[in-house]
């Protein structure tokens, strides 16, 4: 065990590539300074190598060293003392273990320790002496990392204090295939690269990342890691892959971090060679049962199971026409002898079944209920029901779950998405704490009396010992794990809440920057600012007003493509026409979902003048011209929302700016390049959702905007030689509903325009165009004989949103050429060269005077 601690320790002394996250342990402004503050000696009270009480003593050498310069004695014996007063080893002594290894040492401290719970610890320190206990081993390495955070943002004063997990279960979820296939490659639904854990239908030889992995979720309370993907390969079973899952154990408990697994419910069948996967039949039951006893005799600390039934073509209990409950039970008998648990998700429903044309009261977002309808005492007592934080699937605003008020005898955890699938796939930043923060303090009211969801989660609201959270955190091979430096402010903040979740979305950033970049000032006021204002950004220019996030969810649910909301088969559906819009969720009218809240919130989401406006779409089908509380008709609101958001998004790049210097040259260009990419893809969005809007109700925008370009130059318009007109689909995804595109793979491809109508001086030059996963296309931009700058077509490369090898929404991308100088009547001409089956494709050239976005 001791190869991952040093790698851990390697990683601190590589370049800021983000591999160390907020455990950068970097030195502080006046170092020296804090010595007299700090101990002087390290001693682990009865620690096992390999262990998280040996973990922490390696954590606070090597952090205490590294923020400061200070090197500590450490001793991993047994020591006694109650770590107050002088050390054996100097002057001033860090002792850390659990509570009962130190009572052990001390019986008379007993009465002076605070009660704590599993996972918690007591932190105090002395004038440099530190005393931390954990309640387990888990607890005492968390309150090292907890002392070790505080020390990392300069804060050596002395204190006392308790920290209890506000809820047991505080898992992740990775959605890692088996193998390089399913959705966006060996990690679904993952934008950080392949999978840390498998490859080529096993596990990996290397899992060094899955143990510096542990490490970083460790600093942060989280306890508990679902390995592979929720949609599972029954040959996660195989002996093989069993003796695989050992390691991966292996490389998390140094940190006390627990491996869980997903599970097939055919795998009796698809792996075991039974002709049935009937959860009531006693060969299937048996075959459970072995299975989990020989997952227990490689790994007798699992954590348990993660099973997805009956969803989305997934088998489940249900094809045997059992409910919900039997097949939850049948895993939760199979762990009780071990102690392990079952997160069985409630994200059920039969797509199959969903026509609207055929049902105007057909809702998938009234599946989670009524699948679990009549079930709340019949599942066993580890069984938690995981339940996504929206009805839907992780838009950018839903109103929280329903079902989290309707199991009250069944343990729940929320199920949160740190992935960001819906929002921006982490190549457009959207700080996430502020959305769960709004979920989480949500007040069901249930039988009348407070009822937020933290309170529901934590068991405290219904008398229940398990729940918690889940996160999807899908982290891949990149050293920046989600793909982007500024993504893991949303990985930090999950664990943070799911440890309190009355944390503050500000307090938690802040902690977050001075870790993971410094306690600079100007630097946590500006990623601060950047970080806050980039979820409200987001759901402007997205969509807003409860419609969902106005994405392709028939492909990579990432660029925007309004239409495929209406018409799919899946379920999310806007229900817009030429005169109206929103789903109709009311009961006396509608889907009735609205009725599914306790009866004080049910009445609020029936009636449109108690529902907020930005939920208003969620719960009502309204006219265009429908009048907001803000005074603004809805179809306004959209035009505006959209204009404003995509602002917001062009300031990122230049308030980043201002902090060059003050980080790092790689990761202030790494950052950089993904805001400026999103200033460009949020003005594709604003164009396209307001341009499909339009179109579609033929309402104009009062300020004259929408469909209005001055400073555009389509480039079906130009000049054209081994370039063709091309009709785009959806049509709002190009300017004018056309682009250009070489006329075969072969052949280069000019556009031309004289510029008779542009004033000699300073501009800046942005040309849209087309980024397909199907080759690396060059553009050249000339102004006359002068060429301005050259690109490639290689963002499936450098930014990890999901490929698409269509013209559309999720491919547009905009490059912008600054303080370019023009001569009235020079010629602008662009060259592309095809690659592979990428034609090149181009939309429009914007000639702006400098600081203007069309």
Same mark, same amino acid.
């Given at each position: 065990?001791?190869?991952?601690?040093?790698?851990?320790?390697?990683?601190?002394?590589?370049?800021?590539?983000?591999?160390?996250?907020?455990?950068?342990?970097?030195?502080?402004?006046?170092?020296?300074?804090?010595?007299?503050?700090?101990?002087?000696?390290?001693?682990?009270?009865?620690?096992?190598?390999?262990?998280?009480?040996?973990?922490?003593?390696?954590?606070?050498?090597?952090?205490?060293?590294?923020?400061?310069?200070?090197?500590?004695?450490?001793?991993?014996?047994?020591?006694?003392?109650?770590?107050?007063?002088?050390?054996?080893?100097?002057?001033?002594?860090?002792?850390?273990?659990?509570?009962?290894?130190?009572?052990?040492?001390?019986?008379?401290?007993?009465?002076?320790?605070?009660?704590?719970?599993?996972?918690?610890?007591?932190?105090?320190?002395?004038?440099?002496?530190?005393?931390?206990?954990?309640?387990?081993?888990?607890?005492?390495?968390?309150?090292?990392?907890?002392?070790?955070?505080?020390?990392?943002?300069?804060?050596?004063?002395?204190?006392?204090?308790?920290?209890?997990?506000?809820?047991?279960?505080?898992?992740?979820?990775?959605?890692?295939?088996?193998?390089?296939?399913?959705?966006?490659?060996?990690?679904?639904?993952?934008?950080?690269?392949?999978?840390?854990?498998?490859?080529?239908?096993?596990?990996?030889?290397?899992?060094?990342?899955?143990?510096?992995?542990?490490?970083?979720?460790?600093?942060?309370?989280?306890?508990? $890691?679902?390995?592979?993907?929720?949609?599972?390969?029954?040959?996660?079973?195989?002996?093989?892959?069993?003796?695989?899952?050992?390691?991966?154990?292996?490389?998390? &408990?140094?940190?006390?971090?627990?491996?869980?697994?997903?599970?097939?419910?055919?795998?009796?069948?698809?792996?075991?060679?039974?002709?049935?996967?009937?959860?009531?039949?006693?060969?299937?039951?048996?075959?459970?049962?072995?299975?989990?006893?020989?997952?227990?005799?490689?790994?007798?600390?699992?954590?348990?199971?993660?099973?997805?039934?009956?969803? *989305?073509?997934?088998?489940?209990?249900?094809?045997?026409? &059992?409910?919900?409950?039997?097949?939850?039970?049948?895993?939760?008998?199979?762990?009780?002898?071990?102690?392990?648990?079952?997160?069985?998700?409630?994200?059920?429903?039969?797509?199959?079944?969903?026509?609207?044309?055929?049902?105007?009261?057909?809702?998938?977002?009234?599946?989670?209920?009524?699948?679990?309808?009549?079930?709340?005492?019949?599942?066993?007592?580890?069984?938690?029901?995981?339940?996504?934080?929206?009805?839907?699937?992780?838009?950018?605003?839903?109103?929280?779950?329903?079902?989290?008020?309707?199991?009250?005898?069944?343990?729940?955890?929320?199920?949160?998405? $740190?992935?960001?699938?819906?929002?921006?796939?982490?190549?457009?930043?959207?700080?996430?704490?502020?959305?769960?923060?709004?979920?989480?303090?949500?007040?069901? &009211?249930?039988?009348?009396?407070?009822?937020?969801?933290?309170?529901?989660?934590?068991?405290?609201?219904?008398?229940?010992?398990?729940?918690?959270?889940?996160?999807?955190?899908?982290?891949?091979?990149?050293?920046?794990?989600?793909?982007?430096?500024?993504?893991?402010?949303?990985?930090?903040?999950?664990?943070?809440?799911?440890?309190?979740?009355?944390?503050?979305?500000?307090?938690?950033?802040?902690?977050?920057?001075?870790?993971?970049?410094?306690?600079?000032?100007? $630097?946590?006021?500006?990623?601060?600012?950047?970080?806050?204002?980039?979820?409200?950004?987001?759901?402007?220019?997205?969509?807003?007003?409860?419609?969902?996030?106005?994405?392709?969810?028939?492909?990579?649910?990432?660029?925007?493509?309004?239409?495929?909301?209406?018409?799919?088969?899946?379920?999310?559906?806007?229900?817009?026409?030429?005169?109206?819009?929103?789903?109709?969720?009311?009961?006396?009218?509608?889907?009735?979902?609205?009725?599914?809240?306790?009866?004080?919130?049910?009445?609020?989401?029936?009636?449109?003048?108690?529902?907020?406006?930005?939920?208003?779409?969620?719960?009502?089908?309204?006219?265009?011209?429908?009048?907001?509380?803000?005074?603004?008709?809805?179809?306004?609101?959209?035009?505006?929302?959209?204009?404003?958001?995509?602002?917001?998004?062009?300031?990122?790049?230049?308030?980043?700016?201002?902090?060059?210097?003050?980080?790092?040259?790689?990761?202030?260009?790494?950052?950089?390049?993904?805001?400026?990419?999103?200033?460009?893809?949020?003005?594709?969005?604003?164009?396209?959702?307001?341009?499909?809007?339009?179109?579609?109700?033929?309402?104009?925008?009062?300020?004259?905007?929408?469909?209005?370009?001055?400073?555009?130059?389509?480039? *079906?318009?130009?000049?054209?030689?081994?370039?063709?007109?091309?009709?785009?689909?959806?049509?709002?995804?190009?300017?004018?509903?056309?682009?250009?595109?070489?006329?075969?793979?072969?052949?280069?491809?000019?556009?031309?325009?004289?510029?008779?109508?542009?004033?000699?001086?300073?501009?800046?030059?942005?040309?849209?165009?087309?980024?397909?996963?199907?080759?690396?296309?060059?553009?050249?931009?000339?102004?006359?004989?002068?060429?301005?700058?050259?690109?490639?077509?290689?963002? *499936?490369?450098?930014?990890?949103?999901?490929?698409?090898?269509?013209?559309?929404?999720?491919?547009?991308?905009?490059?912008?050429?600054?303080?370019?100088?023009?001569?009235?009547?020079?010629?602008?001409?662009?060259?592309?060269?095809?690659?592979?089956?990428?034609?090149?494709?181009?939309?429009?050239?914007?000639?702006?005077?400098?600081?203007?976005?069309?």
């Amino acid at each position: 065990m001791r190869s991952l601690l040093v790698l851990a320790t390697i990683g601190l002394a590589a370049a800021e590539d983000g591999l160390s996250g907020w455990l950068r342990y970097a030195r502080i402004k006046g170092a020296h300074g804090y010595h007299n503050k700090l101990p002087s000696a390290i001693v682990t009270l009865n620690a096992t190598e390999g262990l998280p009480v040996y973990t922490a003593g390696q954590e606070l050498h090597q952090g205490i060293e590294g923020i400061f310069g200070k090197k500590l004695e450490l001793d991993t014996g047994r020591k006694k003392g109650k770590g107050k007063g002088k050390g054996q080893h100097g002057d001033t002594t860090a002792t850390v273990g659990t509570v009962a290894a130190y009572v052990d040492s001390n019986p008379s401290a007993a009465s002076d320790l605070p009660e704590l719970v599993d996972d918690g610890f007591y932190l105090s320190v002395s004038r440099g002496n530190v005393l931390i206990l954990g309640q387990n081993e888990r607890g005492a390495l968390y309150g090292a990392f907890h002392y070790l955070s505080l020390l990392a943002q300069g804060n050596a004063s002395d204190f006392t204090l308790t920290s209890n997990p506000d809820a047991p279960i505080r898992w992740v979820n990775q959605w890692d295939n088996m193998q390089d296939g399913g959705t966006h490659g060996s990690v679904e639904r993952g934008y950080g690269g392949d999978s840390i854990f498998f490859w080529d239908g096993k596990v990996r030889d290397d899992l060094s990342r899955a143990g510096q992995y542990a490490r970083l979720l460790a600093s942060i309370g989280l306890n508990a $890691v679902v390995a592979n993907n929720v949609n599972a390969d029954p040959k996660i079973l195989s002996p093989e892959n069993m003796d695989g899952l050992a390691r991966i154990a292996a490389a998390f &408990r140094p940190y006390g971090v627990q491996l869980g697994v997903a599970l097939n419910f055919a795998s009796p069948r698809d792996l075991g060679g039974l002709d049935t996967f009937d959860p009531l039949d006693e060969s299937v039951i048996e075959w459970w049962h072995d299975t989990t006893d020989e997952l227990y005799k490689r790994i007798p600390d699992l954590a348990g199971y993660l099973v997805k039934a009956n969803s *989305e073509g997934q088998p489940g209990p249900m094809t045997y026409n &059992r409910t919900l409950a039997d097949g939850a039970n049948l895993f939760a008998r199979a762990l009780q002898p071990h102690g392990g648990v079952v997160l069985f998700r409630a994200f059920v429903y039969d797509h199959t079944s969903l026509d609207e044309d055929k049902d105007w009261k057909a809702d998938r977002a009234n599946a989670a209920v009524d699948y679990f309808d009549g079930l709340d005492d019949k599942f066993e007592d580890n069984v938690v029901v995981q339940i996504k934080y929206g009805p839907i699937d992780f838009q950018v605003r839903e109103p929280a779950s329903p079902l989290f008020s309707r199991l009250i005898k069944t343990a729940a955890a929320i199920e949160l998405q $740190v992935t960001q699938e819906y929002l921006g796939q982490q190549a457009h930043l959207v700080y996430l704490a502020p959305m769960w923060k709004e979920i989480l303090d949500f007040d069901f &009211r249930v039988d009348g009396k407070p009822s937020r969801t933290a309170d529901i989660l934590n068991g405290k609201r219904f008398n229940r010992k398990l729940g918690g959270y889940a996160g999807v955190v899908n982290v891949g091979t990149n050293t920046t794990w989600l793909g982007s430096h500024l993504a893991m402010s949303n990985l930090y903040a999950y664990g943070r809440l799911a440890w309190d979740p009355s944390s503050t979305s500000e307090g938690l950033l802040a902690e977050w920057i001075k870790m993971t970049f410094s306690d600079d000032k100007r $630097v946590l006021d500006v990623i601060t600012k950047l970080s806050m204002e980039s979820w409200p950004a987001y759901e402007n220019y997205s969509g807003n007003l409860g419609i969902q996030t106005l994405t392709d969810i028939l492909l990579g649910h990432y660029g925007p493509n309004p239409a495929s909301q209406d018409g799919n088969p899946w379920g999310q559906w806007t229900r817009a026409d030429a005169d109206s819009i929103g789903m109709d969720r009311t009961v006396w009218n509608g889907t009735g979902f609205a009725g599914q809240y306790p009866p004080e919130v049910a009445a609020r989401y029936e009636k449109i003048e108690t529902t907020p406006d930005n939920l208003l779409l969620w719960f009502h089908h309204v006219p265009y011209t429908h009048v907001l509380k803000s005074g603004k008709t809805v179809i306004q609101h959209f035009y505006d929302a959209h204009y404003e958001g995509s602002a917001v998004a062009q300031t990122f790049p230049r308030l980043w700016k201002t902090l060059r210097g003050r980080i790092d040259d790689e990761r202030f260009e790494h950052v950089l390049f993904r805001l400026e990419y999103q200033a460009g893809h949020s003005l594709v969005w604003r164009d396209s959702v307001n341009q499909f809007y339009f179109n579609k109700s033929g309402i104009a925008d009062e300020k004259g905007r929408v469909g209005n370009h001055p400073y555009r130059i389509e480039a *079906e318009d130009m000049k054209l030689s081994g370039y063709e007109p091309y009709d785009v689909h959806p049509f709002e995804a190009a300017s004018g509903f056309r682009a250009i595109v070489t006329s075969d793979n072969s052949t280069q491809g000019t556009a031309s325009v004289k510029l008779h109508d542009v004033k000699t001086g300073k501009y800046d030059v942005a040309v849209n165009y087309y980024d397909m996963a199907l080759g690396n296309s060059t553009w050249e931009l000339y102004i006359g004989c002068d060429r301005v700058g050259k690109w490639k077509g290689d963002l *499936e490369y450098n930014l990890g949103r999901a490929p698409s090898p269509y013209v559309d929404g999720q491919t547009a991308s905009r490059v912008t050429f600054r303080g370019v100088h023009i001569k009235k009547g020079s010629t602008l001409k662009i060259v592309g060269t095809p690659d592979g089956l990428e034609p090149a494709p181009l939309d429009y050239v914007s000639i702006l005077p400098e600081g203007i976005v069309d």
